[in-house]
């Protein structure tokens, strides 16, 4: 299953719905691009829903990161809504659990986005890279 990217917006926050599997090559590109478009054009604070995430690797991961990272210096936030099994477990594995604020309601976490969420989510990436 390739992976498909649909962008929507709801209460100034770019949902990303994510289906499918998030590998190394095509795909893992594709979510940067998303991701950073989304940033870019639409609205600071993105939302990463991936419910349908049928598959991701180290590369998947390593997009997610990347566009954490780019998205927090820019002033924005980023948070993953509903991740599967797997990919929370990968993510727990990894302590990327601490980076990530991981979130299972799509309107609570809207409402989250906040100008104090993006200072905390500041403080939880000084936080994350202190523990390295």
Known sequence: MLLEVKSRMSGGVAILDIVGRITIGTEANSLRSHILEAFQHSSKYVLLNCEQVAYIDSSGIGELVAAHSSILHGGGMVKLLNPPVRLRGLLEMTSLDKLF????????????????????????????????
Do not use: P
């Open 101 to 132: 604020e991981i979130v299972d309601d799509e309107r609570k976490a809207i409402a989250s986005f906040s100008s104090a969420g993006v200072a905390k989510s500041n403080q939880t990436l000084s936080a994350f890279l202190d523990d390295e």
